[in-house]
């Protein structure tokens, strides 16, 4: 089986970034600029493009080509890749020929190599399947994908003879002004024969620029009288990030891309201005998204969800069900049926089971609350565990940290049980099932199950009989998951006002 080696060129300063941050780790729909190239080169194989070639020809790990803050590109991609190092910064030339004794190395040695910049996150993987499916069907020397421009941009331009044969690319330092109104430029993507791409760029000479272009390679084939092969895509493809106004381009194009598969998928997105949605994230169907919402990380999110106004979801997991208004969640799992907002906060380690209930200023942080358990109004959960429908009313606080020990400790609060309004639970504490706090308790010791504690700090007040904890808590908990399973959360948000 014959194979093609696949070059990626990620050594540039990325000077007009101005950044202290490699260019090709600014991230992009909240991915490194060269993950999404890295992800279109590992596609290749499975494209329509490349459909007719797979028996015969097969790829390995890409070899990247690293100079500049190598350390930081090595660190966020490791073994993804095979690495080649560009001491010098000589031009794109220079790189290519870098990854020589890396490429020569391949067993089975490749034929083709497939050259494409690290800076050009938006070429798709059936684009590239189709530059190398050219390449092979032309058995060209080198193969080229093009694109139509506006006659303003820093492309390198394509110029042909009057016969429409590729003569060379020039950059635009180097073109003429009649060169600059051409329209076709090139997009940085190259197939080449392997053995004439090393021995060419040997030979070639440093530019006036005093770099090696790899773009002064199509004039060379042109002379010699090889094959050379183009095939034109879309502008958007090639769009190349060499400064931030680029790199703000790419990312409304690729986060336009990014809703349109969800709205394909099944996912209403009310206002596609004002929602952003990372590559990650999942969402399945019947989910609603409403305006002003931001999905980030490896967010997954069911069906029939309704999410935001106004809200922002970073690296969690929803089941389906959810209604989520106007809040914040970050490394948080929320289970089916949750209902939080507006305005609450779920911080890394939260997990709300089934059925919670979560009203407005709440802040819930490595704490599990319970199914069919409310947390309504201004609330801290903090390193806390909470049972099966007890309420936690108004200003509950757990009180986690322990300024002197400098230590967090945990709450644990039972099933079924009642904390009063206002109050605050000093950990470590553990609170009974069935038990109650009275408005303003300081709960500075445990509590029994089925016990009423109040006052500063709490002491016993009394046992409380069934009537009062057991039916009462299970009777209206079952009123309270009954309300909540006649309601049709897609054309309901509002949380109802239970509990205190
Ligand atoms: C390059 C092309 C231009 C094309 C455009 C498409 C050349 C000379 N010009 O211009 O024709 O229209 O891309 O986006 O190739 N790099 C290295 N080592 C170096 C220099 C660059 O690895 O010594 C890497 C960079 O990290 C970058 C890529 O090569 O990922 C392209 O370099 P860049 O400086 O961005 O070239 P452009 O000016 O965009
Ligand atoms: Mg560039």
């Known amino acids: 089986m014959k194979t093609y080696a696949t070059v990626v060129l990620a050594a540039g300063k990325g000077t007009r970034m101005r950044s202290t941050l490699s260019k090709l780790l600014h991230p992009l729909a909240g991915q490194p600029l060269l993950a999404h190239v890295l992800k279109s080169v590992a596609e290749i194989p499975s494209t329509t493009a490349f459909a007719p070639y797979r028996e015969q020809i097969s790829t390995q790990r890409p070899i990247v ?61 059936e684009m590239l399947g189709r530059v190398l499916a050219e390449h092979l069907q032309q058995r060209a020397t080198v193969t080229f994908l093009t694109a139509d421009a506006e006659p303003t941009t820093d492309y390198g331009r394509v110029v042909r003879d009057g016969q429409g044969r590729v003569r060379e690319i020039v950059e635009v330092k180097r073109a003429t002004s009649e060169q600059l109104q051409i329209r076709e430029v090139n997009s940085g993507v190259y197939c080449f024969e392997r053995s004439w791409l090393w021995s060419t760029l040997q030979a070639l000479p440093r530019n006036a620029a005093g770099e090696y272009y790899l773009t002064d390679l199509i004039a060379i084939a042109c002379t010699q009288e090889l094959t050379i092969a183009t095939v034109k895509g879309s502008l958007d493809e090639s769009l190349g990030v060499n400064n931030r106004v680029q790199l703000a381009d790419a990312e409304q194009i690729l986060r336009r891309r990014i809703l349109e598969r969800h709205m394909y998928a099944g996912v209403t997105i009310i206002d596609p201005a004002t929602t952003y949605i990372d590559e990650e994230v999942q969402i399945g169907t019947d989910t609603v998204i409403l305006p002003g919402t931001m999905l980030s990380g490896k967010t997954t999110i069911g069906s029939w969800c309704r999410i935001g106004p106004g809200t922002t979801i970073e690296q969690s997991t929803l089941g389906d069900r959810c209604i989520i208004k106007n809040s914040a969640l970050e490394g948080a799992l929320l289970e089916d049926d949750v209902r939080m907002g507006p305005f609450s906060h779920c911080r890394p380690g939260a997990h709300l089971a089934r059925g919670v209930r979560m009203g407005n200023f709440g802040e819930v942080k490595n704490s599990y609350v319970g199914e069919d358990a409310d947390v309504h109004h201004f609330s801290y959960l903090g390193d806390a565990t909470v049972g099966a429908r007890t309420n936690i009313a108004a200003g509950t606080i757990t009180s986690n940290y322990d300024g002197v020990t400098k230590q967090k400790y945990r709450t644990t609060i039972g099933a079924d049980a009642f904390i009063g309004c206002d109050t605050i639970l000093v950990a470590p504490v553990t609170v009974g099932d069935k038990a109650m706090t009275g408005a303003g308790a300081v709960v500075t010791k445990d509590v029994s199950a089925s016990t009423l504690v109040v006052g500063v700090p709490a002491r016993f007040q009394r046992s409380l009989a069934s009537a009062e904890t057991v039916d009462g808590a299970e009777e209206a908990a079952r009123e309270k998951s009954a309300e909540q399973k006649s309601v049709q959360p897609v054309i309901t948000d509002s949380v109802p006002d239970e509990g205190q």
């Open 65 to 125: 080509v690293l100079g500049h803050e190598s350390e930081q590109i090595l660190s966020a991609f490791g073994d993804r890749c095979q690495y080649a190092m560009q001491h010098e910064q000589l031009g794109t030339g220079h790189a290519v020929l870098a990854a020589q004794t890396v490429v020569d190395a391949l067993d089975p040695l490749p034929e083709t190599v497939l050259v494409c910049y690290g800076d050009t996150p938006l070429v798709r993987s």
